[in-house]
């Protein structure tokens, strides 16, 4: 059985005859500062990205008759929407590659959690066709392409842990520490979109520079409106900031505590109600993804 847990996977969990298993990790946004609003309605961000040791694999086999396969499918989302197939097929178009896959996605990762699911997964399709395909195109390519299926999908493609500003676009790698995290999902779902459109979304924090960000104590604009929209949430963080410091990740729905070790976090875990699902990882500066193509290349070099 393959863990989640990508640190611990073995060479095997990758490479399975012709199929290959890439790691899709999620993401915690450590602090999320909102600057204001652009005119095309999009907000302008100061945000802080790191990976978890935690994620969904995605395996795919190369097809010579061009043709993209899914599966599972996801209830309520068509497949030619899901953030895979529309990555295959844009890679396809941008390098006229006539050779096709199939692609089987190992879920785990809540939807619309804020921990970046979908995002990670169209990084790593993206990523790892163009590895599996040979088409050659450059991780800044790949970061531009990525950036047409969504604002978080190129900090996935660079692979390494990032100050994003703009609407995430402009990114500067940056190495915080790689603390152990206890995430959280509270039984809501929150759109992304609903929460950027609301009136009382604090949307006016002061652009500052990274230096002075790292060094004041983290915090996400988003969290004010959902925790007033969303009693659970309220709720939750309440509960959890008694053991550690804890707040939303991205515009929500999951929570996050910080600890310096696995054995805190997990202990911390432990204690939540039972209605709540979540999982405990280690924050990564290096993505999952990159280290096992560094592996595989070094495979066959070696
Ligand atoms: C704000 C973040 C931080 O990580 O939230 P999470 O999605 O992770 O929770 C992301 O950048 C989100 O990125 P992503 O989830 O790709 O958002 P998109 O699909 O591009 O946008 C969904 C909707 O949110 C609003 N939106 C999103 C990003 C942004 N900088 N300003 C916005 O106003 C827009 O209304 C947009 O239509
Ligand atoms: N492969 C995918 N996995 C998850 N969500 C996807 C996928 N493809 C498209 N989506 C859509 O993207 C939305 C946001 O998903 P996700 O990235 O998991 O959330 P978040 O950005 O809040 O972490 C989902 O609600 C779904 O409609």
């Known amino acids: 059985m393959k863990t989640h847990q990508f640190s611990t996977a073995l060479f095997s969990d990758y490479k ?3 199929s290959f298993n890439f790691p899709c990790p999620a993401k915690l946004n450590l602090f999320l500062y909102i600057n204001g609003r652009r005119a095309d309605g999009y907000h302008e961000l100061q945000t802080l990205f790191q990976f978890l040791d935690y994620g969904d694999w995605l395996s795919i086999k190369v097809r010579n008759d061009g043709k993209i396969r899914l599966t599972p499918e996801i209830p309520d989302l068509k497949t030619e929407d899901n953030l895979i197939y529309r990555a295959a097929k844009l890679l396809q178009q941008k390098t006229a590659c006539r050779l096709g896959a199939d692609l ?3 879920k785990v990762l809540p ?3 804020g921990v970046g699911g979908g995002s990670s997964n169209a990084a790593t399709a993206l990523v790892a066709l163009n590895y599996l395909w040979k088409t050659g195109l450059s991780v800044n390519e790949l970061a531009e392409l990525g950036l047409k299926l969504g604002a978080d999908v190129p900090i996935f493609v660079h692979g390494k842990a990032a100050f994003a500003e703009g609407v995430g676009e402009k990114i500067t790698y940056c190495e915080p520490p790689e603390k152990w995290y206890a995430v959280i999902k509270p039984n809501v779902s929150i759109s992304t979109a609903k929460v950027f459109s609301e009136p009382d979304l ?3 924090t002061k652009k500052k520079p990274l230096e002075q960000l790292l060094q004041q104590e983290y915090t996400n604009d988003c969290e004010k409106v959902v925790r007033k929209l969303y009693p659970e949430v309220e709720e939750l963080l309440r509960w959890l900031v008694k ?5 939303l990740t991205g515009s929500g729905a999951c929570v996050f505590a910080e600890f310096a070790d696995e054995q805190s976090a997990q202990t911390v875990f432990n204690l939540k109600s039972k209605q709540f699902s979540g999982f405990v990882a280690q924050g990564l500066n290096v993505s999952p993804l990159h280290k096992m193509l560094e592996q595989l290349n070094r495979q066959n070099h070696g």
Do not use: K
């Open 111 to 113: 939807m619309g959690g």
């Open 202 to 204: 604090t949307r006016d």
């Open 243 to 247: 053991y550690a410091p804890s707040r």
């Open 104 to 106: 089987h996605l190992d």
């Open 16 to 18: 399975q005859g012709d």
